[in-house]
Nanobody, 120 residues
Framework: QLQACGGGLVQAGGSLRLSCAAS????????MGWFRQAPGKEREFVAA????????NYADSVKGRFTISRDNGKNTVYLQMNSLKPEDTAVYYC???????????????WGQGTLVTVSS
C-alpha cells in the first residue's frame, strides 16, 4: 500500500516536497516512480529511483527542478519540487514496481494521489 501526501497550493517559483509511505512488502525490492496527471491530460512520468537510490530518471520537463530520493529505513520516497511552474499543476501519484522506468505499465502498485496546484 502506498500513501502519498504533501501536495498543496503554492505560488509559481515556490517549492513543495511530496512524500509517499509504503507498507506491506520489502520496500527496497521496488523501484519507485512519481507520475502526474493534469486536468484533461494523460498521466505522465515525472521521476523514478532505483532500489537503493543509486540511479534516478527524470522527465525533461522537470530536470534540474525536481529531485527524487528515498529512505529505505522509513519505507518512504520523496519528490522535492523547486521552481514550480503553473504547468506543474496536477495530481501526483507514487508507484512501485520492479524497475524504475518511465512506463506506467511497469509499475504494479499505485498510491491515491496528492494534488499540487501552482498559481501564477
Amino acid at each position: 500500500q502506498l500513501q502519498a501526501c504533501g501536495g498543496g497550493l503554492v505560488q509559481a517559483g515556490g517549492s513543495l516536497r511530496l512524500s509517499c509511505a509504503a507498507s506491506g512488502g520489502t520496500f527496497s525490492s521496488y523501484g519507485m516512480g512519481w507520475f502526474r496527471q493534469a486536468p484533461g491530460k494523460e498521466r505522465e512520468f515525472v521521476a523514478a529511483i532505483s532500489y537503493f537510490g543509486t540511479s534516478t530518471n527524470y522527465a525533461d520537463s522537470v530536470k534540474g527542478r525536481f529531485t527524487i530520493s528515498r529512505d529505505n529505513g522509513k519505507n518512504t520516497v520523496y519528490l522535492q519540487m523547486n521552481s514550480l511552474k503553473p504547468e506543474d499543476t496536477a495530481v501526483y501519484y507514487c508507484a512501485a514496481g520492479r524497475l524504475w522506468v518511465a512506463r506506467a505499465d511497469e509499475y504494479n502498485y499505485w498510491g491515491q494521489g496528492t494534488l499540487v496546484t501552482v498559481s501564477s
